[in-house]
C-alpha cells in the first residue's frame, strides 16, 4: 500500500537531490557557484548561476508538491497544485517589490522586474510550453482531441484577464486628464474582481461542475507516492527557501547584468526568468502531450497562464498596495499587446477541441515573433 511508507527513512529525499536520479539535478551545483560569485562582488555571474539554480529548484518544489497533492485527495490535491504550482513567480515578483519598498531608487527596475516576469509567464506557459506539446503530441499523432468544456472556463479566465490590462493601458494613452493615481486606484480595485473570480472559478471547477473537469483518461490510472509526508514537506520547505535565496540575488543583480550585456530588463523578465522558473516542472506538459494525455497536459499549460493572470498578478498588485508601491495592472502597451494576441491565438487554435502539430508550430511562431520583439524593440513597461 502507498501509505505504508517508512517515515524515518530519508532515503527519498536524498534521492529526490541525487543527480544520478535526475540529471536536472546537476543544475544544483549553480547554487553554491551563485553564491561564491556574490561573495565575491561579481554582480553579472551572481545574476546569472542564481537565475540557472532556480530551474531545479523550482523542479523540486514542483515534486514535492505532488507528492503532497497524492495524499491530499482529488480536490485538495488541486488546490495545493494551483497554489505551489506559480510559487516560484510569487517568491520572485514578492522580493522585487519589497525591494522597490525598502529602495526607491530601484523602484522603477522592479516594477519593470515584476510586470514583465508575470507577462512572460502568461506568454510562456500558453506559447512556448503548450507550442512544444501540441508540436511534439501531433508527430506522435495525427489528430489529438481533448476536453473543450473544461478548456473554455479557462480561456474565458484568460480574456476577462486581459480586458483587466487593456482598459488602464487604454484609459491612461486615450485620456488626457487620467492621472497615474486613476490607472492605480482601477488597477487595485479590478485586481479584487479577478481574485474574486479566481476564487468562483476554484469553486466551480472542484465543486459544482467537478465532473466536467474529471479526465477519463485519468481515472483508470491512480500514481502511488514515492515519499512519506514528512519528507514532501522537508523537501517543498528547502526548496522554498532555496529558491527565496537565489530568487533574492537574482532580483538586486538584474538591473547591473542587464546594463553589463546590452539586454533589455524587459527581455530578461519576459523571456528568461519564466523560461528558467518554469522549464523544468511545465516540461512535463510535453512529456504526457507525447503519451495522448491531452487533458492532463492542457490542464498544466492553460492552468498555469490562467493562475498567473487571475490570481498571482492581482495578488501582486494588492501586496504592492499594502506596502505604498505603485505597481499597476498597466504594463505597457507592447506587453499588453503581446498577451492580447497570445490569449487570442491560443483560443482560436484550440477552439474545436481538436490539435495537430502545425497548430503548435504556430504556437511556436507566435512565442518566437514575440521574444525578438521584446529584445529588439527598446520599450518600456508603461511606455
Not at 485538495?76 to 525598502?102: D, K
Not at 485620456?175 to 497615474?180: F, I, K, L, P, R
Not at 518554469?278 to 495522448?292: C, L, S
Amino acid at each position: 500500500m502507498s501509505d505504508v511508507v517508512d517515515e524515518s527513512n530519508y532515503d527519498s529525499l536524498l534521492d529526490a537531490f541525487n543527480p544520478l536520479k535526475n540529471r536536472l539535478n546537476w543544475l544544483l551545483l549553480a547554487v553554491p557557484i551563485s553564491m561564491v560569485f556574490n561573495f565575491q562582488g561579481n554582480v553579472e555571474m551572481t545574476f546569472l548561476f542564481s537565475m540557472i539554480s532556480i530551474m531545479p529548484l523550482a523542479f523540486q518544489m514542483g515534486h514535492a508538491t505532488e507528492e503532497i497533492a497524492l495524499r491530499a485527495g482529488e480536490n485538495l490535491g488541486g488546490l495545493l497544485n494551483a497554489t505551489f504550482g506559480n510559487a516560484v513567480e510569487i517568491i520572485i515578483a514578492s522580493i522585487a517589490i519589497y525591494t522597490a519598498f525598502s529602495d526607491p531608487d530601484q523602484a522603477e527596475t522592479m516594477i519593470v522586474l515584476v510586470q514583465a516576469s508575470l507577462i512572460g509567464s502568461i506568454l510562456g506557459n500558453l506559447l512556448l510550453v503548450l507550442g512544444l506539446a501540441l508540436l511534439w503530441g501531433g508527430i506522435k499523432f495525427r489528430i489529438q482531441e481533448f476536453n473543450q468544456s473544461a478548456l473554455s472556463m479557462n480561456g474565458s479566465l484568460l480574456l476577462l484577464a486581459v480586458l483587466a490590462l487593456i482598459i488602464p493601458a487604454a484609459a491612461h494613452h486615450t485620456g488626457s486628464n487620467v492621472t497615474d493615481e486613476n490607472v492605480l486606484e482601477l488597477s487595485r480595485y479590478a485586481s479584487l474582481a479577478l481574485l474574486a473570480m479566481y476564487a468562483l472559478s476554484l469553486f466551480f471547477q472542484f465543486k459544482t461542475h467537478s465532473d466536467i473537469f474529471n479526465s477519463s483518461e485519468d481515472s483508470s490510472h491512480h500514481e502511488e507516492p514515492k515519499m512519506s509526508i514528512k519528507n514532501a514537506w522537508t523537501l517543498l520547505i528547502i526548496a522554498t527557501v532555496m529558491v527565496g535565496y537565489m530568487a533574492e540575488l537574482l532580483v538586486h543583480s538584474v538591473d547591473k547584468a542587464a546594463s553589463e550585456w546590452g539586454m533589455p530588463t524587459l527581455f530578461i523578465g519576459v523571456i528568461l526568468l519564466p523560461f528558467f522558473g518554469n522549464a523544468a516542472e511545465h516540461f512535463t506538459a510535453v512529456i504526457v502531450a507525447g503519451k495522448d494525455k491531452m487533458d492532463l497536459s492542457l490542464a498544466i499549460a492553460i492552468g498555469s497562464s490562467v493562475q498567473i493572470a487571475v490570481f498571482v498578478a492581482p495578488l501582486m498588485v494588492l501586496f504592492a498596495w499594502i506596502l505604498g508601491v505603485g505597481l499597476s495592472l498597466e504594463f505597457g502597451l507592447l506587453e499588453t499587446a503581446a498577451t492580447f494576441m497570445g490569449v487570442l491565438v491560443a483560443n482560436f487554435i484550440l477552439n474545436d477541441g481538436k490539435t495537430n502539430w502545425l497548430e503548435g508550430a504556430m504556437l511556436l511562431a507566435c512565442y518566437l515573433i514575440l521574444a525578438l520583439s521584446f529584445l529588439l524593440i527598446p520599450f518600456e513597461v508603461g511606455a
